[in-house]
């Protein structure tokens, strides 16, 4: 079995549970691989018809601006 002598093993798997990063250009290349993984087809969740990822993507920061939206309009419950 080869192993990969380029393979960071102490990188940011955003599986694992860790807290993001402090540091503020780190956070934005974690929470963009966030969006890029959402983004992808998978088995479980794959592509509409005739949809791309750019799309997904898009459709994607959509449907989460629109979901933040209702979130600040619904009334705190104190």
Known sequence: MSVDP????????????EPQSEDPALREAQELEARMRRALATKEDPLHDD????????????????????????????
């Open 6 to 17: 380029n393979i960071d093993y102490h990188a940011h798997d955003p599986q694992d549970g």
């Open 51 to 78: 949809e791309s990822t750019s799309e997904r993507l898009r459709r994607l920061a959509s449907e989460g601006a629109r979901s933040a939206e209702s979130a600040d309009e619904a009334p705190s419950q104190s």
